[in-house]
């Protein structure tokens, strides 16, 4: 299940996507799903488990030699027929599905939650999800895999277990480029592509020489992303630190730290930003108008008032309560 390649998106944007059974009558519903989503994007012929309440709904990002694809469905049998094969892509599916299963190639896995799976494109195939779950979705062109992996046509339909590090590691790489920020450029989505096609290889097997190649990009850029979203989202914690996030993402306090020196920014600054960035807009937010200084400087991560006030001051010109409600600074 992988949507279906169109162009290249032009002038460096990503081409997106965004379909769901919502927009038709329930009447027409799995006529048009069928018609619209299964045949035309994803050359697939879609079979409801339970068609009286089918549901099911995507969203599809393209960037050059990368089309992902991501959403929710209720139960499904998915059926990739000969006259449905219109290009050797390869398509590798992953989601939280309890039980599932792929066939192709006279090979039949059953797979669980978080479980991968690689189809090729060109063979004729099956998948069932048999009840509702939300799926993660990529197809890449079979060429750019070969020369990573030994034997591609031996990993086809094939489990590929979910506590794998690099398939952890690529869902949520997956994850970060759906933020199309981060894919502002042809060179950056360019970047991004052959990082995927990377942490994919590792995951099926890469040869030796093709996997010190991807440890040493994919999988360090890669990591890089996780470290970056791991800040994002924990950096106003008390006490948050480097070791915080190896914890979380099964690295050492060292690696992080040396894979955020190679960006030109250490962890401390990066922190020290994003604290700094929240503390403003908290202050120069009208709704934030009775919190004091205090309470916003303990919200944003810091524990000593005299102390915030001093790096606040020195990254923006002016004190806490001179931004209050106003645009001050940058």
Known sequence: MSAQAPPDPPNG???TFRVSTRAFAKRERL???REIFGRTVCNLDIDPVTADRFSSEATGWRLPGLGLLTGATSGVRLTHARE???DDDLSFMTGPMPKWTASQLGR???LGAGDGVLMNNAEVGAMTLPQETRFLTFRVPAAAIAPL???VAAVVAKRVPADLKALRLLTRYLEILQDTAALATRQLQD??????YDLLALALGATSEAGEIANGRGLRAARLQTILAEIRAHFAEPGFSPGHVASRLGVSPRYVQDVLHDTGVSFTERVMELKLRKARAMLAGARNGSLKVIDVAYGCGFGDISYFNRCF???FG????EVRGGGTGS
């Open 13 to 15: 944007n990503v081409s």
């Open 191 to 196: 970047l991004a592509a052959t990082h995927v």
């Open 149 to 151: 992996v030994p034997d």
């Open 108 to 110: 039949h896995p059953v």
């Open 313 to 315: 001051r020195r990254r």
């Open 31 to 33: 006529t048009a799903w």
């Open 318 to 321: 002016a004190a806490p309560n």
């Open 84 to 86: 449905l094969i219109a």
